[in-house]
């Protein structure tokens, strides 16, 4: 039997990185006095295509239910949390939760996220303890070896503002900068008639690196108030990561949004070894406005599963085996239970010795049943 395109199997050292992954990001989430949410993994289409929220139908796991309404897998936890948490006072603005997301356009169809979202809190108090909450998670995982990127949305929305692109335009000009495909980019602007703008666009898709590069558009942007004042913004959360002990943040003034609800602050955790992503986040308080709430709300989510490959696996165990009968396996189990820190197997034949480091077996000794060494 196969499997789709997209799903897989799990086993070993993976599952059991995963699941410490998992129990760690609950204890530091808990500490943080973060409240653990879960919301259905069955949820209507419309919470994540609704126009706020603005994600796209085809990359979903969708069908039609009875009424005839589009049902989808959870596509996005940020989206399902403001629904369900829409309706509570502002004083709870601390959410944790963790399970998969469902998604057509990743290389694996089920991602498994740990994340956190900040509503109704002072606004850079939310992005704050976002990112130091994610530097906590990496400590406690022993993860040493990554870099924060932190970017903005508005700095694109507001180079391309004074121009008209249609929506499609506008779309695959985010795609062309997303990619960092300066040749598109110049083609697109060009052919929608705003030629003026690929020069400032392309150097933007070069604008990343350490914060440097603030200094640098600090200059270049010394009368545009409006991006003078993201770059102090920024500026003020890289103090904040440095003085927390980062040392390995970058900053990407030409990131766009990768997804259509943020609005403002964009942040990214990358890996050192393999450049893979394993944790995404930003500002969204656009994705409020549905619930007629004006408010500010920030958060990220990491990648389980791209935490669980990078892990040292946990120390094995003293592995024990005891042969027992059907008449014994009540002693063996009792013996068993005074093992606390090994791990125990029990077999009434042994079929593989060399996969234990000690063999017991349960003898009669003076007509009462004993536990020893073989
Ligand atoms: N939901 C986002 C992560 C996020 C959490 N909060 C804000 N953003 C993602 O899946 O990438």
């Known amino acids: 039997m196969f499997l789709p395109a997209g799903s897989q199997d799990e086993t070993g050292v993976q599952i059991s990185n995963r699941l410490r992954a998992s129990e760690i990001f609950r204890q530091v989430t808990k500490k943080r006095n973060f409240q653990q949410i879960s919301t259905p993994v069955v949820e209507y289409a419309q919470t994540f295509t609704n126009e706020v929220a603005g994600m796209d139908l085809h990359s979903m796991l969708k069908w039609f239910n009875g009424e005839g309404e589009i049902e989808v897998l ?76 932190l970017g903005h949305t508005g700095i694109f929305d507001a180079l391309i503002a004074p121009f008209t692109f249609s929506k499609q335009e506008e779309e695959e000009l985010l795609k062309a900068m997303h990619d960092k495909r300066s040749d598109l980019v110049e083609e697109i602007v060009v052919k929608a008639g705003n030629a003026e703008l690929a020069k400032p666009l392309m150097a933007l898709i070069d604008a990343y690196g350490t914060r440097d590069i603030i200094e640098q558009y600090r200059r270049r942007w010394s009368d545009r108030d409006d991006l003078t004042e993201i770059l102090t913004h920024i500026d003020k959360l890289i103090d904040l990561l440095e003085a927390s002990g980062v040392t390995e943040v970058i900053v990407d003034l030409g990131r766009v949004k990768n997804l259509p609800y943020y609005d403002g602050i964009m942040f990214r955790g990358f890996l050192t070894n393999d450049g893979s992503t394993c944790f995404s986040g930003g500002r969204y308080d656009r994705l409020y406005k549905q619930f007629e709430l004006t408010t500010s709300a920030v958060g990220l989510a990491f990648d389980v599963d791209v935490l669980a490959t990078h892990m040292a696996a946990e120390k094995e165990p003293e592995k024990i085996c005891i042969i027992a009968s059907p008449e014994t396996h009540a002693i063996a189990e009792e013996f068993r239970m005074e093992m606390e820190e090994q791990v125990v197997d029990i077999q009434y034949e042994l079929k593989n010795q060399t996969s234990y480091h000690t063999i017991y077996q349960v003898v009669v000794e003076n007509s009462q049943y004993k536990v020893v060494e073989k």
């Open 74 to 149: 959870r596509p996005d936890w940020t989206a399902a949390i403001a629904r369900a948490i829409a309706g509570q006072h502002p004083s709870k603005q601390k959410w944790s939760y963790q399970g998969s997301v469902f998604r057509f356009d990743k290389e694996d169809t089920e991602s498994r996220q740990a994340g956190i979202e900040i509503v109704h809190a002072d606004r850079f108090f939310g992005e704050a303890e976002s990112l130091l909450t994610a530097v906590a998670y990496f400590k406690h995982l022993n993860i040493e070896d990554y870099v924060i990127e």
